[in-house]
């Protein structure tokens, strides 16, 4: 069982997007997956078409009044689960604050499902808190999207600095597996400078950053406008729209995600670095390496200039 968390602290960059449509996509690759709705607005939720009747348990619950896991499941389909959140939700960290063992409740209450899944996939709310630390404890892997604008690196630090925190209290096997980006505008300079940035970072690091071993997908989802209609019809864009570049890219990251090698264990880890690999992970995709190298275009063109608008949405959004 592969639990993987959806984190970013930045709002809007696409993890609701992502979690929904990669945990649809998995389950359409014939995997057993449960996705757990950790943000109060419930927008994964809702991009289910799941509405939470009165009396029913959500995730608030099982964080708050030890529900089971069980009892706040609901199916979607054959192979996808869904654990609902509610608006409750925003009180439970404050609700939550004097109580024992508080950052892994949710560890616990999932871990008599993992022997029955294949995925767990956790959509975390836009901030670092202890639903964020929550969803951490009880994952093994961090999967971050990015939006590539001029500010996507900016809080980056905080948020990889919470990921090795949890590491080191609470889950020794956690670590980022992965850096998706998302709302893609292909053949912009700025989107090559990114990449390249975000490449180089990894490079950077060490065998005991919990980043070191991420892969930077070579699957990109493109902006698509189908991407954002789809979850007002509570559909997946393989039920809105399964011709559209947005179900191209994601069944595509499923893909990836599927054929992803482990790490080695850290020891190991470190051994490999000493043995002179210490320029790059070895997971790290070929295509993905020659972006972060590529230059100009063959025939000595400069790259496209850069087309975001300063006023552009993403611009804005962040
Ligand atoms: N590839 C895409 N192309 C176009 N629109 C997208 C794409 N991905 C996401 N969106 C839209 O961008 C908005 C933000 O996406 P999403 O809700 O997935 O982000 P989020 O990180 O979960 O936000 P929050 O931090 O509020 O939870 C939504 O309206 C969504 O429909
Ligand atoms: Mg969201």
Redesign the pocket.
């Given at each position: 069982m592969r639990s993987i968390a959806?984190l970013?602290?930045?709002?809007?960059?696409?993890?609701?997007?992502?979690?929904?449509n990669i945990a649809a996509a998995l389950a359409r690759a014939d995997r057993r997956v449960l996705l757990i709705d950790l943000?109060p607005?419930a927008?994964?939720s809702m991009?289910l078409g799941y509405e939470l009747n009165d009396g029913e348990a959500s995730v608030y619950d099982v964080l708050v009044s030890g529900a089971s896991a069980l009892e706040a499941l609901r199916q979607i389909d054959d192979r996808l689960m869904l654990m609902p959140s509610h608006l409750d939700l925003v009180a439970a960290e404050l609700e939550l604050s004097g109580k024992d063992e508080r950052e892994t409740i949710l560890a616990r209450a999932v871990q008599p499902l993992y022997d029955e899944l294949d995925f767990c996939i956790l959509?975390?709310?836009?901030s670092l808190g202890l639903l964020a630390i929550n969803a951490l404890a009880a994952s093994r892997e961090v999967l971050i999207?990015l939006q590539p604008h001029f500010l996507a690196l900016q809080g980056l630090g905080k948020l990889l600095q919470t990921v090795s925190l949890v590491r080191g209290a609470l889950s020794e096997h956690l670590r980022v597996s992965g850096i998706l980006f998302?709302?893609?505008e292909t053949g912009t300079r700025l989107a090559q400078e990114v990449t390249r940035d975000v490449q180089q970072f990894i490079r950077d690091s060490s065998p005991e950053d919990a980043w070191h071993w991420a892969r930077v997908f070579e699957t990109h989802?493109?902006?698509?406008?189908?991407?954002?209609?789809?979850?007002s019809f509570g559909q997946t864009i393989f039920d809105y729209a399964p011709g559209s570049n947005?179900a191209e890219?994601y069944m595509a990251l499923a893909g990836e995600i599927l054929a992803m090698i482990e790490p080695p264990p850290l020891p190991l880890a470190m051994a490999i670095a000493q043995l002179g690999m210490p320029d790059g992970p070895p997971p790290l995709p070929p295509v993905a390496e020659a972006l972060a190298t590529s230059e100009p275009e063959a025939d000595g063109t400069p790259p496209e200039p850069e087309s975001t608008p300063p006023d552009s949405p993403e611009v804005m959004?962040s």
């Open positions: 959806i970013n602290q930045k709002g809007g960059v696409g993890k609701t997007t992502s979690a929904v943000d607005q927008h994964a991009h959509d975390c709310p836009p999207p998302t709302m893609f989802i493109r902006r698509n406008i189908k991407l954002a209609e789809c979850p947005g890219d959004a």
